[in-house]
């Protein structure tokens, strides 16, 4: 039986190119395009403190309606962008990406509880965080590479071990 042939170059299609198409890259470009062109929607609020409308009256502590869309479409932009690249990444590092969308979480959530006092108070949670998170990231640099050069994890322990001072510390950081 003959290959499906391209009617327009009469060549046979490389297994290897419609193999991997899928259309779930098509919805996760469409869906990135809207995230960025939904940051506008700010925009669309009212520049008052009190909105009315026949179905509701709301209040805001930020000043305005328009300010407070502003702040939160400024943290659910980013926090959506970076899930997309979280989900979406192959590369080992891609947990490192927890860190600012943790950030962004953390500030979108002070902002729907009504703190006026925006990026401030964060950096207390991020820090556990970031403590418990880079040093998993680069253990698993570590044995990745390990893996690669051909060591076992008893001569990288060892390593670890042996007394350094802080400039051949730095060194090894790069190797």
Not at 9 to 19: I, K, M
Request: hydrophobic share 45%; aromatic share 18%; proline share 6%.
């Amino acid at each position: 039986m003959d290959k499906p042939t391209n009617k327009l170059t009469d060549q046979v299609p490389d297994p290897q190119f419609t193999d991997k198409y899928s259309p779930r890259g098509g919805w996760i470009v469409l869906l990135i395009a809207i995230v960025t062109l939904s940051f506008y929607l700010y925009k669309s609020f009212p520049d008052t403190e009190f909105w009315e409308t026949p179905f509701f009256k709301l209040r805001t502590n930020y000043g305005s309606w328009f300010t407070y869309a502003w702040y939160v479409t400024s943290k659910v932009v980013p926090l959506t962008l970076l899930l997309i690249w979280f989900f979406t990444c192959k590369h080992w590092w891609h947990w490192i990406i927890i860190a600012p969308i943790g950030m962004y979480a953390f500030q979108l959530w002070s902002i729907i509880r009504g703190n006026t006092a925006v990026d401030e108070i964060e950096l207390i949670y991020i820090i556990p965080m970031m403590m418990v998170l880079i040093p998993a990231v680069y253990l698993v640099r570590a044995k990745l590479f390990a893996k690669i050069r051909g060591k076992d994890l008893k001569a990288f322990e060892e390593d670890l071990g042996k007394p350094q001072n802080l400039w051949q510390q730095i060194k090894d950081l790069f190797q």
